[in-house]
């Protein structure tokens, strides 16, 4: 009977959270990214994100778990494009759909997905964002008004009618970038991503 209940909250899930978020208030500050471009922002902080940026049916990479499952279904009812997969596990033709969608889209990812560790970069977004030859925008959250879960990655849920608060920053990222720059790229975007947002 349990695991009949989960079954029905889980298909439930994407239709409850798409309701949750037409109560709340999104403000952004920073430059919107445009098109084509990567955006990134942490794992447990994606439901803001997602939300806001619906409207511009950006691409969204998810990964092929159960729970990626699940925010595909959200997601494809938001609008998005859905790429299954991950770009830091070898996953040869995800990535190299990632790659080609970040030429002409903006492309969503959570670096520190799928599993963690939390608020650490891996370095799929900026070597996305130099192989496609497109800017790299990451995006910081703030909820005050918001419950947290107890998975790896504390997963941000705001209440309704909760206030959010998103920050796009730009990194460049040079053309001609050597392994050398690329590693200091992403420890200044880890850096960028976990400082608070205004």
Known sequence: MLKSFRRQLAKLGPALFRLLALTWRIRARGPLPP?????????????????HLAARRPHALVSRSRDGGLLTRLLEGWGYTVIRGSS???NKEAWTEL????RRHRVLLTPDGPRG???????GAVVAAHRAGVPLYLCRVR?????????????????PG????????HLPVPADADRDTIDRLIDEAQQLLNAAAD
């Open 88 to 90: 830091s596990k070898g």
């Open 99 to 102: 790659v080609t969608a970040a």
């Open 143 to 159: 909820c005050r008004w918001a419950i947290r879960g107890t998975h790896w990655d504390n997963f941000l849920i705001p209440l």
């Open 162 to 169: 909760a206030a959010i608060a998103l920050e796009f920053v």
């Open 117 to 123: 560790p939390a608020r650490v970069l891996k370095a």
């Open 35 to 51: 098109e084509p471009a990567v955006v990134a922002f942490w794992h447990g902080e994606m439901l803001p994100v997602w939300k």
